[in-house]
């Protein structure tokens, strides 16, 4: 009984990498379509005694590997635009001639990195390893270590908190590869978004400086025909004038 309690013992830990990688490919399904999408992000970001900074930004993405941020609002920074292909970036301006490279990891607005509007791919980018379960307002979550698989993703490493009813994403730890956390992601108000319900809010939180938060709103979020000649350097000027 107890070699067949062993064996059973090893088939569990045998699956749980497979679990693991296949929770997050499917919250990543819930966050974002996996075909070509076209949606608007409304950023407003707050730091005590000081007035909220509002953006705004037209994603264009396609397949997790393809992406475009283009800025829509304040009308003093429309035109700038960043492509990423894979994880390469970069970020094109009206009065320069030439594309500038651009880390993920560099701060966008707030608490906002470059690669969590241009790059949500947790599937691609990290290792996962299910660590525990938790139980949180009623609901079973899955609690997830995801693992950079290089020094080019955005962060070093991530905690994740995903339903096991649904795999939807609840909550997630960002950490720097000193393991600080840099802060934390509350995924909220999910709706019918893009053909499925999806959280149409994030609110980001600096885990350092208290009462630094960004929140995001997501809005017509429709499919898109993206062919690959978009999400390429000649084609960016193109449609940077196409509104």
């Given at each position: 009984m107890?070699?067949?309690?062993?064996?059973?013992?090893?088939?569990?830990?045998?699956?749980e990498p497979e679990l693991a990688r296949s929770v997050v490919a499917k919250a990543d399904e819930v966050r974002f379509p996996r075909d070509g999408f076209q949606v608007i992000i409304d950023i407003s970001s707050a730091t005590p005694g000081e007035a909220a900074d509002d953006r705004k930004f037209r994603i264009l993405s396609k397949g997790n590997e393809n992406?475009?941020?283009?800025?829509l609002e304040p009308a003093s920074d429309r035109g700038q635009a960043m492509l990423m292909r894979g994880r390469d970036l970069w970020i094109f301006m009206p009065n320069i001639s030439q594309p500038v490279r651009l880390s993920l990891a560099q701060r966008l607005t707030g608490q906002v990195a470059n690669g969590d509007l241009a790059r949500a791919n947790f599937a691609g980018d990290y290792e996962p390893k299910i660590l525990r379960t938790d139980t949180i307002d009623g609901e079973k979550m899955y609690v997830l270590e995801l693992t950079?698989?290089?020094?080019?993703?955005t962060y070093a490493k991530v905690l994740y908190w995903v339903r096991q009813s649904n795999?939807?994403?609840?909550?997630?730890e960002f950490y720097s590869l000193s393991d600080r956390l840099l802060k934390v992601c509350r995924y909220e108000k999910y709706q019918n978004i893009g053909g499925r319900v999806r959280p149409t809010q994030l609110v980001m939180e600096d885990a350092l400086k208290k009462g630094e938060v960004s929140t995001l709103h997501y809005s017509q979020m429709t499919p898109k025909d993206l062919p690959d000649r978009v999400f390429t350097k000649q084609y960016m000027d193109k449609l940077n004038r196409v509104d």
């Open positions: 107890a070699a067949l309690a062993l064996v059973s013992g090893n088939l569990v830990r045998a699956e992406t475009i941020v283009q800025t950079a698989v290089d020094r080019g993703v795999n939807w994403p609840h909550k997630a």
